[in-house]
Each structure stands twice: as structure tokens, then as C-alpha cells.
């Protein structure tokens, strides 16, 4: 069973050019969830999905940023317009179908995003 | 949501028992423990999860004190592949703090 696959691992922008970074959750896990991790700092929740649904996107800057999970695909983190402060890993994770608290997450290898 | 606190580094000697703190009084009835950790540049890595009694897998121990205000994540004997920051979670949103930086030394 393949664990949660993120792509591309690096990623390199240069400022004003969108960015999009893909996940694949795990066999049969319906939930994803998006984090950055800014260099020497903790991760930082941003947005929580299911299948077609944002169920919680209050970690979301407001501007420039979308995070999408179609039926079919992976999940999407679309960055648009980036800027430098931008730069920073972004961890997905995937968590099983669950009775809405709190579900163990696997998370992927991360996306190394670089703003130029 | 509870709020976690853990103490920002901590070293153990290879072999011993490291023993990590987490702090987190204002924790609800429902809300479940979870320890995660990050080896440097990697994806976090899930270790164990409790609600009431202590639990234990194949990679920790877990101590939650009566009250459930607090826990002790336990590795029963570190290695040097066991430095990490180590992540204490109390609330159902998954808010990560800063964690602790268990460096295991020989």
C-alpha cells in the first residue's frame, strides 16, 4: 500500500508565477489536509478537505491561495501570483473515512516550493 | 481546543529512556493525545495516540496523567535515529506547536 505521495518534492518559481502542488493520498483515505512548514518553524494547519468539500479552510491565507480535492485526482494546493515569503515546505497528509474528530494522519514527503 | 506546551529541547543518551513532557490543561472530555515526529526535512511521522489510559506500540509509550492535563510520550530506549522534533497534539483542528527537539546523543 502506497503511502501519501506528494509531487513535484521541489518545486522552483519565480515571483508573479503560480504554483501548483499535488497529492495522493493513501488506498481509500477520503480526507486530505494541507500544512507549511516556514524554515526552523512548526508546521501551520491550513486547510482541511474531503472528497469535493472544504470542511475547514481557516489556516487559508485569504488571497492567492486554493486547495482543491476532486472526485477523481489528487488534491490541489494552488499557489497564484507567488512571492518570496511564499518559499516554505508544504506537507499534505490523509487520514481514512472517520466519525469527525481527530484521525490519525499519514503525511507525504512534502513539496519544497522556491520563490525566486 | 487545548493548548499543548512542551519544553523547547531536550537531550538523551543513546540507550536511555527519553521521556517527553507535554502539558495540556484545557483539554475536553473527547479530545485525544497524538505524538507525531519530524526528522529533519521530512514528513511528519505519526508514533501513538491515547484518550484515557496509557497506550503502547512497537515505537513508544504513552502516560496520561488522571486528570488527563498532561503526558509523557516515552521512547524506552533512544537511538540516534530517534532525534527529532516531536509534536504533542490535544485538540481535534491539528494544530501543531513548536514541539521538542529530542537530540539523542552517543
Known amino acids: 500500500n502506497a503511502g501519501v505521495m506528494q509531487n513535484p518534492r521541489h518545486l522552483v518559481r519565480r515571483r508573479g508565477q503560480e504554483a501548483r502542488l499535488r497529492c495522493s493520498p493513501m488506498k481509500g483515505h477520503s480526507h486530505v489536509y494541507w500544512y507549511r512548514q516556514l524554515p526552523e518553524e512548526g508546521l501551520k494547519f491550513m486547510v482541511y478537505l474531503q472528497k469535493e468539500n472544504i470542511i475547514d479552510e481557516s489556516g487559508m491565507p485569504k488571497e492567492r491561495f486554493s486547495a482543491e480535492f476532486p472526485k477523481e485526482g489528487p488534491s490541489i494546493l494552488r499557489i497564484q501570483q507567488v512571492v518570496r515569503g511564499d518559499s516554505a515546505a508544504y506537507f499534505c497528509a490523509s487520514s481514512p473515512p472517520a466519525g469527525g474528530t481527530l484521525e490519525t494522519q499519514y503525511f507525504g514527503p512534502g513539496t519544497r516550493l522556491t520563490v525566486l | ?106
Open chain 2, 1 to 106: 481546543d487545548a493548548k499543548t506546551t512542551q519544553p523547547t529541547s531536550m537531550d538523551c543518551a543513546e540507550g536511555r529512556a527519553a521521556n517527553l513532557p507535554c502539558n495540556h490543561s484545557t483539554i475536553s472530555g473527547n479530545e485525544y493525545v497524538y505524538w507525531y515526529r519530524q526528522i529533519h526535512s521530512q514528513g511528519p511521522q505519526y508514533i501513538i495516540h491515547g484518550l484515557k489510559n496509557n497506550e503502547t506500540n512497537e515505537m513508544a509509550s504513552l502516560i496520561i496523567t488522571e486528570d488527563r492535563k498532561s503526558s509523557t510520550l516515552i521512547l524506552p530506549h533512544a537511538t540516534l535515529r530517534d532525534t527529532a522534533v516531536y509534536y504533542c497534539i490535544a485538540h481535534d483542528d491539528m494544530r501543531f506547536g513548536a514541539g521538542t527537539r529530542l537530540t539523542v546523543k552517543p
